[in-house]
């Protein structure tokens, strides 16, 4: 498969899990239908956390030294996780 293909399918099933979680979160549905959007939600969680596996260990090879070892480096542009901050524990603790 090409990796053009390979991309096109990663950002269509993102996407689609996108609309998925929007729709669970926002509408009320049958019980049906909510375990069948879940269902495919899963599905495509687990495609795109594959495809997110592949493209790292493609990343670790390209950046292996010169003898072969991988040289994992942070990636800088990491997006900073909401609540993730060290304070938030420091101000639960003093209450």
Known sequence: MAARTR????????????????????EELPLDESLQLFEEGIRLSRFCHQRLEEVEKKIELILAD???QPRVEPFDDAPVV??????????????
């Open 7 to 26: 991309t096109n399918e990663f950002e269509k099933s993102f996407q689609q899990l996108e609309k998925i979680v929007q729709r669970l979160e926002g």
């Open 66 to 68: 010169a003898k072969g």
């Open 82 to 95: 909401e609540g993730d901050d060290e304070d938030d524990d420091a101000e639960l603790d003093s209450e």
